[in-house]
């Protein structure tokens, strides 16, 4: 069972739980959405309001589902799912009823966004910009490593009207 609680009052590292533990990015509703394990993201406060940062390179299904939504939403999970996190990373929606095959119960969040009851924690955002990384302002050795394709990232920005945890 998740529980509302103030984003103000979450006690996490955003470090350890983005880069390490992974996340989820969801968007679409309960009958069809789209998930994807995340490691790259942010937390913080901007327009006076505590804001998410979530990136997906263009060839991810799950963007077409965040791009067409309003609301989309982070979700943290134990070490127990570790299995489910990496195959939502590594299988696309495309090919694959990722939610089905990971055991994942669907639930919804503000504006109807959907989450999975399993996750130990939720972020509910309501997206409020969506910008693709240009080119021209990211290092050279950065590109080098990170984007020999060309595939930049679009960087959304989502302020976070609901945070759940597990009770």
């Known amino acids: 069972m998740l529980k509302k609680v103030d984003p103000k009052e979450l006690e996490f590292n955003v470090f350890s739980a983005i880069g390490d533990q992974w996340m989820l ?13 995340a490691s790259w993201g942010g937390l913080g406060i901007l327009w006076g309001a505590p804001m998410a940062i979530a990136y997906i390179r263009p060839q991810r299904y799950t963007k077409e589902f965040v791009d067409q939504e309003e609301y989309f939403t982070l979700s943290f999970f134990g070490k127990e799912y570790r299995q489910q996190l990496n195959l939502c990373g590594t299988k696309s929606g495309r090919d694959v009823d990722k939610v089905a095959e990971c055991g994942f119960t669907v639930a919804t969040g503000a504006g ?8 130990e924690m939720v972020l509910v955002c309501h997206k409020r910009m969506a910008q693709r990384l240009n080119p021209s302002y990211i290092p050279e050795d950065v590109k080098e490593k990170w984007y020999q394709e060309g595939d930049y990232h679009t960087m959304y ?5 609901e945070a759940l945890i597990h009770q």
Not at 25 to 37: S, V, W
Request: with cysteine; proline share 4%.
């Open 25 to 37: 990015i969801t968007a679409g509703d309960k009958e069809q959405c789209n998930t994807m394990t």
């Open 112 to 119: 109807g966004a959907p989450y999975f009851e399993e996750a």
């Open 157 to 161: 920005l989502g302020e976070i009207v």
